[in-house]
């Protein structure tokens, strides 16, 4: 039996139309139908022409978001040695050597985004079947294993996402707030439509965009003409 849907999505999903919306049109009707009691963030929802099962169809990648996440990001770190001063004083939440993997081990997760550099990577590794499912397993590809943990933890409190497809070839990125501005939330998705085309993964065959929908964590979801997103030009939203 289907989900029953609530009044207030019934009349939220009668504003959206089944076509694709221009960029903007759809950040706008985002904002619209973004109704909730509380802060929603703006997802976008893409499907890509990939098939994770093989290595070479994979995605996996970090997007600077030019405007920010509009959330607070925790970032923890897994160091030793003047790491660990440095990455304190780099403005890191939580900072530990071994003591930090033992509370994590414990069920300690008081943290968004986990930074290790790569002397401890062996230590952490045991950390794996906690993290991963999580999403929050350090990785070289996503920024988060690496020495230079100072850069490291201002890229990430700036707006700085790890993302990934999933096993289907669906990428789900939060890109800003829906209080955002229309103006800003485009900055952001145009920001996140070229991170995906630089990452291109050398296997993907034929069609790589195949759709994509933006929406507000309780709104409905609105398609976005994939190629007006591509052909738009950063010059053009400053």
């Not at 004083?89 to 930074?115: H, P, R, T, Y």
Request: charged share 25%; hydrophobic share 40%.
């Amino acid at each position: 039996m289907g989900k029953k849907l609530s009044r207030r999505l019934q009349a939220l999903l009668e504003k959206v139309e089944d076509r694709d919306y221009t960029p903007l049109e759809a950040l706008n009707l985002l904002k619209e139908t973004a109704t909730a009691k509380f802060s929603e963030a703006a997802e976008a929802h893409i499907r890509l022409g990939i098939d994770p099962k093989y290595t070479d169809q994979q995605l996996r990648t970090t997007v600077t978001l030019p405007k920010g996440t509009g959330q607070t990001v925790r970032v923890a770190v897994i160091a030793r040695g003047e790491k660990v001063t440095e990455a304190s004083n780099a403005g890191a939440d939580i900072v530990g050597s071994d003591e930090l993997i033992n509370e994590i081990q414990q069920g300690m997760m008081d943290f968004d985004k986990l930074i290790a550099t790569p002397d401890v990577m062996p230590q952490v590794a045991k950390l794996g079947k906690l993290l991963g499912p999580r999403g929050l397993m350090p990785s070289p590809k996503g920024g988060t294993v690496t020495f230079d943990v100072a850069s490291a933890i201002a890229e990430f409190k700036a707006g700085k996402l790890e993302f990934r497809a999933d096993r289907t070839g669906i990428v789900h990125v939060m890109f800003g707030k829906a209080s955002f501005t229309p103006e800003d939330l485009l900055v952001n998705l145009k920001a996140l439509q070229e991170t995906i085309d630089r990452n291109r993964p050398s296997g993907a065959k034929g069609r790589y965009w195949r759709t994509i929908y933006v929406t507000s964590t309780m709104g409905p979801s609105i398609k976005v003409d994939i190629n007006a997103l591509r052909d738009l030009k950063l010059t053009e939203l400053a």
